[in-house]
């Protein structure tokens, strides 16, 4: 397995008025925040109903020379913080950058120190991609493959010979809140899928793959790793 690429996504959901989310929103804190990891755009949508503070193409680290911008996003909300960072150390990275917004934050606001850490509940989300020794129709159980074969025999005509190739696999997690604290909060999750696909439009011999899930990154790249080892040798 070879990875090019890994986005890493963590939400934080927090109960009502816990997150300093005004103070947050203040300008003193908007600017120190944008210049402390230098993120290339704010947006702090007072304007809206349900505003919204949103960092763009950040840093990691506080005064740090790196122009990667790993930090594709950070969003607060007055219940939720949501951080997206494409880096190879997955949530390694988006817990590095939690860590160090909470510094430069508990500086800039004077507020308590670990509030970031006081959340009720959190989820994970991994985009990865990369390659995989695996040839697309080996996944498929081999009766469904004989029978996508004889559809692709059915379909040949003296005319075109079809190719046959797997679209991808994917199943869906509906997220039953079981927490009575969590119900008691109105808390609730969006379906989430896991998908396994080859990559649109890269030739097949690459062994080009998208993958995505729920899970933390670490996990996944496990998972993927376990799924090349069984369906490299079929």
Not at 19 to 30: A, C, E, G, K, Q
Request: charged share 30%; glycine share 6%; proline share 6%.
């Amino acid at each position: 397995m070879e990875t090019r690429s890994v986005e890493a996504t963590t939400i934080r959901i927090f109960e009502r008025d816990h997150l300093p989310f005004w103070d947050l929103l203040s300008r003193d804190v908007v600017d120190g925040v944008t210049e402390a990891f230098r993120f290339e755009d704010v947006d702090t949508g007072q304007d809206a109903d349900d505003p919204a503070l949103t960092f763009s193409r950040g840093g990691l680290d506080p005064n740090d020379s790196d122009r990667r911008r790993a930090v594709r996003s950070l969003t607060i909300d007055d219940r939720r913080i949501e951080v997206v960072v494409s880096d190879p150390d997955g949530h390694a990275a988006v817990g590095r950058f939690l860590r160090n917004f909470a510094a430069v934050a508990g500086e800039l606001t004077g507020g308590p120190a670990g509030w970031l850490d006081r959340f009720q509940t959190e989820t994970a989300n991994t985009v990865w991609v990369g390659q995989l020794k695996i040839d697309p129709l080996h996944l498929l159980d081999p009766r469904v493959r004989a029978a996508a074969q004889r559809v692709r025999r059915d379909c040949k005509t003296p005319q075109y010979d079809p190719l046959l190739s797997l679209k991808g696999l994917s199943f869906r997690l509906t997220f039953n809140i079981t927490d009575p604290k969590l119900l008691e909060s109105s808390v609730y999750f969006r379906d989430r899928e896991f998908r396994l696909e080859p990559r649109f439009g890269v030739p097949a011999e690459e062994r080009a793959w998208f993958s995505s899930s729920p899970l933390p990154s670490d996990q996944h790249l496990a998972l993927l790793e376990q799924i090349e080892t069984e369906y490299a040798q079929k």
